[in-house]
Every structure is written in structure tokens, then in C-alpha cells.
């Protein structure tokens, strides 16, 4: 696997070290060794499989307060979508900053996802698969979210939005309210 930053402290771009030969390719997608050797956590709980079957459908910005935050592995199986993550960490040098990356089928890249960031993403085809990892179990009351529209981050979304649930649309405004919380 190759490591690679973002522009914001602690999340990492990683893309597969494939192996080719006449069946396909070989691939590790998580390697508990590389992953203490990069400073990335080694214990995930839970795996989920998202489905889209609508180009430009949105899900989140999501994260959980703490003591339940939880970090990510994201990677699109099938398909393409845009991933963006929010910074919410208020003593990190890149709070508030948000940064987007295409994870597709074809570049088989994983985002990890820091604790105490957003994330969220639109898909650009339909059928979009995602699959992540997190490192705590779903707790729904400790459920918390930016609406992708809001103006303190003013996230450039690349399709209109087709799909995205009624929790999601109708998150409120960071500024007025998450804000004082974090
Ligand atoms: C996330 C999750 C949802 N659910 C249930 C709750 C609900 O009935 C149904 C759909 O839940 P949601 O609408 O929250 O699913 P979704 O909007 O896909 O939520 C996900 O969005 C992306 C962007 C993330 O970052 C994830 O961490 C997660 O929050 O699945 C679980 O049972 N376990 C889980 O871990």
C-alpha cells in the first residue's frame, strides 16, 4: 500500500500496490503492520456496504460525537464518487478545512478518514458502491452532521443533488450550532 497526505493534518490517500499476472491482480486492502507503521489506528469494528443506484445521490456529513468518534477506510468498489471530508477538529491546524478526492472502481483508492472529521460524498455515476470500515460501532445517539450546503465550508459539489435523505438535507447550521459544541 502507498501512503500518501492530504492537504489536511492526519487523513491519508492510499492506493494499492497491485500484483498482475495472468488470473488479474493481487491487492491488500488493509495490513494491520503498514498501518502501525504509518501511524494509522489497526483496529476496525465494523464494515458496511453502501449501494446508490442514482448518479448524484449525497450521503452525509457525518461523524459521531465523542466518546463515540470513529475513524474511516473508504474505498468505491463500483462505480465513482466524489468523498469529502470537513477537519472538526478545533485545536488541528487545518480545522474547518475541507478537502474532496474522486475514489473510483478504477483507481482503487481507500481515503482514511481521521476521528473527529465529516465525511460525506456524491456519487457521479449510477450504481455507485462504497465500502468503508470504522473503528466504532454505530452509536446512533451520538450521531452528528454538517449539511453539505453549508455556508461555513461552502463544499464545491460536482452534480446537483438527485437523492440525499431527509436527515441529511436538514442538518443544521455548523456555525450556529455544532460550533459551540466541539
Ligand atoms: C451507518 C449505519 C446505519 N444503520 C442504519 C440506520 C438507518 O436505518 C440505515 C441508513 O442509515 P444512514 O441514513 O445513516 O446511512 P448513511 O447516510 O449511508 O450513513 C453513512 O454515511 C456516510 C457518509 C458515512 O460516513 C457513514 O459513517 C455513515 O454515517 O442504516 C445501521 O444499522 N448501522 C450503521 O452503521
Known amino acids: 500500500m502507498i501512503f500518501s497526505p492530504t492537504t489536511l493534518c492526519d487523513a ?3 492506493d494499492l500496490e497491485v500484483r498482475k499476472d495472468e488470473r488479474g491482480y493481487f491487492a491488500r486492502t488493509m495490513c494491520t503492520a503498514e498501518f502501525a507503521s504509518n501511524g494509522l489506528p489497526t483496529r476496525f469494528v ?13 450521503r452525509g456529513m457525518h461523524y459521531q460525537r465523542a466518546p463515540y468518534g470513529e475513524a474511516k477506510l473508504v474505498r468505491c468498489v463500483r462505480g465513482a464518487i466524489f468523498d469529502v471530508i470537513i477537519d472538526l477538529r478545533p485545536e488541528s491546524p487545518t480545522y474547518m478545512r475541507s478537502e474532496g478526492f474522486v475514489l473510483s472502481a478504477d483507481n482503487g ?8 472529521f465529516a465525511h460525506g460524498y456524491q456519487t457521479l455515476v449510477n450504481d455507485a458502491d462504497v465500502i468503508y470500515q470504522v473503528t466504532c460501532a454505530y452509536t446512533p445517539e ?13 463544499i464545491a459539489w460536482p452534480e446537483r443533488v438527485t437523492a440525499i435523505s431527509s436527515k441529511d ?14
Open 109 to 116: 483508492r481507500t481515503l482514511y478518514v481521521p476521528e473527529g
Open 46 to 58: 465494523q464494515a458496511n456496504h453502501s449501494h446508490n443506484t442514482q448518479r448524484g445521490t449525497l
Open 169 to 182: 438535507a436538514s442538518w443544521p447550521n455548523f456555525e450556529e450550532t455544532l460550533m459551540q459544541e466541539l
Open 142 to 154: 451520538a450521531e452528528a452532521g454538517v449539511r453539505y450546503n453549508d455556508p461555513s465550508f461552502r
Open 12 to 14: 491519508r490517500i492510499i
